[in-house]
């Protein structure tokens, strides 16, 4: 997502007609930190002449109305043939050699920028054909490294190891942000998604922005209609994100259906407390409110609550440009604007020599077909273009909070959310299937789109509503999985089966059941982390003896590892010790640090599962703690053998 602002293709490519990509959206850019009292006058003189040169442009009506052109952005993740993320995103950029892809912030994913279209007859299935186009070629390269191409909002199968730093693009750009953003915030990022599991973790970068895989769409806008139409698309993106979502697991953890939406919000939060009173908005968000004014307002706004981040190079003034009769590209807005996020973004282009603004949606999830993504697409630009007179003026009809709260509900719940309409609580998929879908094919009837295309992508959304969205189908197979697999290993088998299906071609509501058969670790991919146990009892060295000995009988648990304050692994109780010491009553009055074993032989994720299985055959011992430094990772035992 941060590379549509920090990249640049070429020192021509700002001369260009440029439409999906911010002018800053193919190869490298030079961006350094803003900091130094010159380098700030600079930068803001040109950001305020970018403003007056917009305001002008707006005045004397200069922006594209006549032709409505729609883009999109493909983002896609690399697996190995273990099914787990790749490291060799640049390689296969490298071999791909095609201007259409750029990076992504992690080395495991990449991103395909699709060709603008005018709104109109085929747009979509000649979108989808690109799209299809451009992937079989990336996949043909991919391929020849032994790896494979994954649509989905979040990868199922990344772990703690693939959010390290080395797995972070060598580009320089994403080194200044994580460096900016690491520094405003003054300590570790953190994050907290509680769904049907919790997850609550601090991390040292913003690479867990890497987990998230996006399908961006463009739709230009009337300026003159400005206000009316964002409104309008933020009314919309709860309900759509409802049907659409597809990110339902991260690390393991089943959170909401569409985690990206909280995972992205705080892998990138420069904040240090919510509660300040300069620190209200994240950089990524919905909004506080509705948006009122013309869109120099809506820019004013975001320079007012956003601290500008990085500059670059800027040698051209936007007002003399516009006086000689140039249009110009802004760099230095655009170059803001590409350090907030809102979930519907405004971003200025130019096409045909003529300016535009366009919003684009980032909320859509990666997957998990491209059918469905260009059904997503399409049923988000058919009620952009099909909003009714009704709904012009949205202050007056419908509370903004109320609006909000229905994205972040749709993002918790998905299509099982009740969502607020017109102050009525409604089941999502009513809403979707009753009300909204009805306004998408007027709108797209309106701008001639193929009826074939629109009978058949919207078909795609009316059954998603009478079934499952694939952030259901993600998380109804992996249960069932857990119940005969580890979590690793059920997580493999889970992505191979959206591969599978992917391949096949068909859409989220036809895809079958997991059958379990479709992963099997080959020997050289067979380590203690897919066989572990990660769901562990500890106790603490300072615990009850006799406690933590019943709990052990209670539960029939055979092994108790022991941790200090720190966390740290410092002994292990065996049901030997059970035996032992449950009617010494002098051992019962212990600490479980005075009867617990020291001397442990212990192990690492990457251990081979015959080394492990050597290894207590060898000490005629039934477990073995799994370590990271002096870290419990889990435990492996006889049994899971």
Avoid at 281 to 295: E, L, N, P, T, Y
Wanted: proline share 3%; aromatic share 8%; with cysteine.
């Amino acid at each position: 997502m941060f590379d549509e602002v920090l990249i640049l293709e070429d020192a021509n490519f700002l001369e260009k007609d440029h439409f999906c990509n911010n002018p800053y959206s193919m190869g490298e850019l030079k961006i350094d930190r803003l900091e130094g009292s010159a380098a700030k006058a600079h930068y803001i003189g040109h950001l305020l002449s970018d403003v007056k040169a917009l305001e002008a442009m707006l005045a004397k009506g200069m922006f594209a109305n006549d032709v409505i052109r729609i883009g999109a952005e493909q983002e896609f993740c690399l697996v190995d043939d273990n099914w787990e993320p790749s490291d060799k995103a640049m390689e296969v950029l490298k071999a791909i050699n095609d201007d259409h892809f750029t990076t992504e912030i992690a080395r495991y994913n990449l991103e395909v920028n699709l060709d603008p279209l005018v709104l109109a007859d085929t747009c979509f299935s000649e979108m989808h054909a690109q799209l299809t186009t451009l992937l079989e070629k990336a996949r043909a390269k991919a391929d020849k490294e032994g790896l494979k191409i994954i649509l989905t909002g979040i990868l199922p199968t990344i772990d703690p190891r693939h959010l390290e730093i080395g797995y972070m693009a060598p580009i320089k750009r994403y080194e200044v942000l994580n460096s900016i953003i690491c520094d405003l915030r003054g300590d570790d990022l953190y994050l907290h998604l509680k769904g049907v599991d919790e997850l609550n973790l601090r991390h040292d970068s913003i690479l867990l922005e890497g987990c998230n895989t996006s399908f961006q769409g463009h739709l230009q806008l009337n300026a003159d209609d400005f206000a009316n139409s964002y409104n309008w698309a933020q009314a919309i993106a709860g309900p759509i994100l409802s049907v659409c979502a597809n990110s339902p697991v991260l690390l393991g953890r089943e959170l909401w259906q569409e985690s990206r939406i909280a995972l992205f919000t705080q892998s990138v939060d420069t904040r240090g407390s919510t509660y300040l009173p300069n620190e209200y908005d994240a950089r990524v968000g919905f909004g506080k409110d509705w948006v009122q004014g013309s869109i120099v307002d809506f820019y004013r706004d975001s320079i007012v609550e956003f601290p500008s981040l990085v500059t670059m190079a800027l040698n051209t003034n936007s007002l003399e440009e516009l006086e000689g009769g140039r249009i110009p590209k802004l760099k230095a807005l655009q170059l803001h604007n590409g350090t907030v996020y809102k979930w519907n973004r405004l971003c200025y282009g130019i096409t045909d020599k003529k300016p535009h603004v366009r919003i684009e949606n980032r909320y859509l999830p990666a997957g998990p077909t491209t059918a469905d993504e260009i059904a997503n697409f399409m049923f988000w630009v058919g009620l952009m273009r099909g909003r009714p007179k009704t709904y012009d003026n949205l202050p007056k009809k419908m509370n903004f909070k109320d609006v909000k709260s229905n994205f972040y509900n749709a993002a918790r719940y998905g299509n099982a959310a009740q969502l607020y309409w017109n102050g009525t609580l409604t089941p999502c998929s009513e809403l979707v299937l009753h009300e909204l879908l009805p306004i998408a094919y007027r709108g797209l009837y309106a701008m001639k789109v193929s009826s074939e295309d629109v009978e058949k992508y919207l078909g795609i959304i009316e059954k998603r509503t009478q079934g499952k969205n694939g952030a259901r189908w993600i998380v109804q197979n992996l249960r069932s999985l857990k119940e005969k697999h580890k979590t690793p290993k059920a997580l493999r088998i889970l992505t191979a089966s959206m591969y599978a299906n992917e391949q096949k071609g068909y859409t989220i509501d036809a895809w079958q059941a997991v059958r379990g058969n479709e992963y099997t670790p080959t020997e050289a991919a067979k380590t203690v982390r897919l066989f572990m146990n990660t769901k562990l009892i500890t106790a603490g060295e300072n615990d009850s003896a006799a406690l933590v000995l019943k709990m052990m009988k209670w539960k029939n648990i055979h092994h108790v590892p022991i941790v200090n304050v720190k966390g740290d692994l410092t002994g292990l109780l065996t049901w030997t010790d059970v035996r032992d010491h449950s009617n010494d009553a002098l051992r019962l009055h212990s600490r479980v640090a005075d009867i617990m074993r020291t001397e442990l032989i212990t192990i690492t994720e990457d251990t081979m599962l015959a080394d492990a299985h050597a290894l207590m055959e060898k000490k005629e011992i039934n477990c073995l703690p799994v370590v990271e430094g002096k870290k419990l990772r889990g435990i492996i035992t006889t049994k899971d053998l």
